[in-house]
């Protein structure tokens, strides 16, 4: 099974939680909550994925990059943007290569 599938499969668990609240539920605990806990939350899970990954141990990453990737999922929901708007994106920059932006070499070379 590919990233994608599980991807898709979570979002789609997302919407149906803001579709169809549920008892014990904790998407449906952040959509109650709103917009600012939501962005809390992401900024909280970017935060403790950047330490996570600092210290260097990697099923922490993996765990805080999925708690992170989770919460962007409700946040996609809750702004009524479909997943498929990001890996439409996704697509569209993967057709093109050579992305390094001449600044950038200028910068590591200073
Ligand atoms: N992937 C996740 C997922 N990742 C993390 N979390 C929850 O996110 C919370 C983050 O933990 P924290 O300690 O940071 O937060 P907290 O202290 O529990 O609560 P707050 O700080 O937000 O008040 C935990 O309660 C985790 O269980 C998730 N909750 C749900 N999902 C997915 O959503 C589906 C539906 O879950 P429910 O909505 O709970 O039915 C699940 O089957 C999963 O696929």
């Known amino acids: 099974m590919c990233e994608k599938d599980v991807l898709e499969r ?12 549920q008892e014990g539920s904790y998407t449906c605990y952040l959509f109650d909550k709103g917009l600012d806990k939501i962005l809390k939350k992401v900024g909280e899970e ?17 765990g805080e ?3 992170l990737i989770y919460h ?3 946040l996609l929901a809750a702004q009524e943007i479909p997943l498929s708007a990001v890996m439409e994106e996704l697509d569209r ?5 050579g992305n390094l932006k ?4 200028v910068d590591r070379e200073t």
Do not use: C
Not at 102 to 105: I, L
């Open 46 to 62: 970017s935060a403790e994925t950047i330490i996570a990954a600092k210290n260097g141990v990697a099923p922490e990453t993996v």
């Open 93 to 97: 920059r993967s057709q093109k290569i």
């Open 10 to 21: 979570l979002y789609e668990v997302v919407l149906e939680r803001k579709r169809n609240p």
């Open 102 to 105: 001449q600044f950038h070499t």
């Open 65 to 67: 990059i999925s708690d």
């Open 72 to 74: 962007l999922m409700v």
